[in-house]
């Protein structure tokens, strides 16, 4: 078989390939559809799901024990979901949120109600109880028969492990009771002293035993008694068309994408074209295939990693015009631009995918779900670049794409002096984010906080309105921009109740003339009677703890990130430039956020997450270059030169792989609705500025420290 027969049968079969995993995300397999995009959970913000209200059965709780309640209860739904959002609503409520769910009752079964939990010896006395349980889980082992048995794997915290390590201590060949709610819910026999905190209690017939007992003890462990008090299936907060307008703008988005590749890079960039469609479909089925939870966040995520699949082909294919235009072969320029584009390209993604990774095992809730969807996004954005566009370039090749105009070659490399106009990127950097430190006094003065924040964060008013007719699209948004009148602000969401007629319409906290006002116009315009509109408080679903776990995570990112460089390229002054760089880059977008008021919510972390993975992803490109280019350099070659020189280099790349982008985010906020606008405004100012400071700031911060560097040697 010829080149130019096994160049033609491989784009066959990557053709077969988007065709058949195509086809499975549009309709599925079998009669259930299975791997369909539509079977792609989807969060509260974009289509909704089941709210259930818990009250607690002391009336008076504390406060502490009402937000570690929340903490305890969020941990436990996100076994549903990552995207499950747990929050106080009044005095002694507590609402659970659990996306992509349509029967109430399934999961007020499994959840159960949060009674109090205790592990008691045969004289009764207590030995263990909910506060000492850091989790339980079902699971199947093994005995010495090779039979499978039904296990429930219990963990306790540092409190609990010490006590029973004293309680198996001394029964063992006794039974301990573990009792819920009054009932004996289980009686394992002590065979051993446990003494590292994990215990394992087997007896069960089966996995749904054994999960009804995990949940039981892990529902149990909480620190309030709760009763049901209601259940109901809501809509999405976003409202409907925040999706259908979303999904628009992302084809119209990813089309404009592929143009942009064609006409710029030609035939390499039709195999990119190819293998991004290939990407796209691979994502849709392992979103699938892992149950991820698609949000707002998640969707950050995803274009996060389409940015870094597309910025990949870029890599390879300005290395490819580069060795064209040193007069290389066409085969010989493909394998080199390869090779060299490999490292830039493993660096980039590994930091992100390091990132991604910290942030799954320590965040909570959509922090989670958005760097689910990053790694995964990441992983097959490097596989389809090496692998597929790879293979794909060579088979053009082979059937007679040999010529360098189908190519094109590397136009004449600027000569901008960066090093030399240093003082005025510095400058123009100081000054916007004096700008943003000065909005955030501003703020403070005349709204009452820095930021604007939103329900997420600060919670609010809750308010229920029942109509006596059916909810349409135009009654819902009649009544957004009443209460967005009356409350003075944007930031409100609502969401219907199924098979009711009650519209819920959270927003910041109104007092008591604008909660008279508004039950007054709604009286008024709509009919409805004074007893069918009610008002309660709610907490914002970003807990301290989370809100402390999202911090802490990033903040070990950063460090990993920073540890990682200075590894990678044997030189801390490339990690510390780095770092400075994404403070740079935060630090501009604080300024977005403070001097437009856009409201802080949980999109807020996805954006600045995204911002740092570009930024990152960035630097290290120039990183690489001035890398390659300190080895080859002749002695007469300054430091000055080298860096400009690695900047100007890496320039086409940066402005295209940042104009790709910029394109897809641009097109969502024309066409999104104001809370999709509300998440993309600041990351296009943050990619603008991302891309502005791996250009013009961390190359002359390295060659200033590398500078500084050498003077202390010197001394």
């Excluded at 109740?497 to 008279?516: A, G, Y």
Aim: with cysteine; net charge positive.
């Amino acid at each position: 078989m010829n080149d130019k027969s096994k160049g033609l049968l491989r784009i066959l079969a990557v053709f077969a390939a988007i065709v058949i995993f195509g086809v499975v995300a549009a309709v599925g397999v079998g009669s259930q559809h299975k791997g369909s995009a539509k079977n792609i959970k989807l969060g509260l913000d974009l289509a909704g799901g089941v709210s259930i209200t818990y009250q607690a059965v002391d009336k008076h709780p504390t406060k502490q024990e009402m937000s570690d309640t929340i903490y305890k209860l969020q941990k436990r739904v996100e076994n549903y979901s990552t995207e499950s959002a747990v929050y106080q609503q009044g005095n002694n409520q507590i609402n659970v949120d659990i996306p992509g769910v349509k029967d109430a009752n399934k999961i007020l079964k499994e959840l159960g109600n949060a009674g109090s939990l205790t592990f008691l010896d045969e004289n009764k006395k207590e030995v263990l109880n909910g506060d000492d349980i850091q989790t339980a889980k079902a699971g199947t082992i093994k005995n010495n028969m090779n039979n499978i048995e039904y296990v429930v794997d219990l963990q306790l915290n540092a409190k609990g492990a010490k006590k029973f390590a004293v309680a198996t201590k001394a029964n063992i060949g006794k039974v301990i009771y573990i009792v819920y709610d009054g009932q004996v819910v289980s009686y394992p026999k002590v065979q051993v002293a446990i003494t590292d905190g994990k215990a394992q209690i087997s007896g069960q017939s089966n996995y749904d035993e054994a999960e009804k007992l995990a949940s039981t003890i892990r529902i149990g462990a909480l620190p309030l008694q709760l009763k049901e008090v209601q259940s109901k299936v809501v809509g999405a907060k976003l409202g409907i068309e925040a999706l259908h307008t979303s999904l628009i703008a992302g084809v119209i988005g990813f089309v404009l994408v592929l143009l942009f590749m064609l006409v710029f890079y030609r035939v390499a960039g039709l195999a990119a074209d190819i293998a991004l469609t290939l990407y796209v479909a691979l994502t849709l089925l392992i979103l699938n295939a892992f149950d991820v939870t698609l949000t707002l966040p998640g969707i950050a995520g995803i274009i996060l990693s389409i940015g870094m699949a597309v910025d990949a082909n870029v890599i390879i294919f300005t290395r490819i015009k580069e060795e064209l235009a040193a007069g290389k072969t066409i085969r010989s320029s493909i394998q080199l631009g390869f090779h060299k584009a490999l490292s830039a390209i493993i660096d980039g993604n590994l930091t992100t995918i390091i990132a991604a990774a910290i942030l799954y095992f320590n965040a909570s809730g959509t922090i989670k779900g958005f760097a689910q969807t990053l790694a995964i996004g990441v992983i097959l954005s490097m596989f389809t670049a090496l692998t597929i566009t790879r293979l794909l370039v060579n088979a053009l090749y082979s059937l007679g794409f040999d010529d360098i105009k189908h190519f094109g070659i590397q136009k004449r490399i600027p000569k901008i002096n960066y090093i030399k106009h240093t003082k005025i990127y510095f400058a123009i950097s100081i000054i916007t984010i004096v700008v943003g430190i000065g909005a955030l006094f501003v703020n403070k003065n005349q709204i009452g906080d820095y930021l604007n924040y939103g329900l997420d964060f600060k919670g609010g008013t809750s308010t229920e309105i029942t109509f006596g007719k059916d909810i349409s699209k135009s009654l819902r948004l009649e009544v957004e921009d009443l209460v967005k009148d009356i409350t003075k602000d944007g930031n409100v969401e609502t969401s219907t109740v199924k098979d009711t007629n009650t519209l819920i319409v959270n927003t910041k906290v109104m007092n008591l003339s604008q909660r008279t006002k508004l039950e007054n116009e709604i009286t008024k315009k709509y009919g409805v009677k004074e007893d069918k509109i009610t008002s309660t408080s709610i907490s914002g679903v970003v807990s301290d703890s989370m809100r402390q776990n999202a911090i802490v995570s990033v903040i070990i990112a950063i460090v990993c990130m920073l540890l990682y460089i200075w590894v990678r390229f044997k030189d801390v002054r490339f990690g510390a430039s780095a770092v400075l760089a994404l403070a740079h880059d935060i630090l501009v977008v604080f300024m977005v956020y403070s001097v437009f008021r856009i409201p802080i919510s949980n999109s807020f972390i996805a954006c600045m997450l995204t911002i740092l993975g570009f930024s990152i992803n960035a630097t290290i490109i120039i990183f690489d270059r001035i890398r390659e280019n300190r080895k080859e350099m002749s002695k007469k070659t300054t430091m000055e030169e080298l860096v400009n020189g690695s900047i100007n280099q890496t320039l086409t790349r940066a402005i295209n792989t940042n104009l790709t982008v910029f394109i897809s985010i641009f097109v969502l906020c024309i066409m999104g609705v104001d809370s999709v606008k509300e998440f993309t405004i600041p990351l296009v100012v943050g990619i603008v500025f991302g891309a502005y400071s791996s250009i013009c700031i961390t190359g002359p911060l390295w060659f200033y420290f590398n500078k500084i560097g050498n003077k202390t040697k010197k001394a």
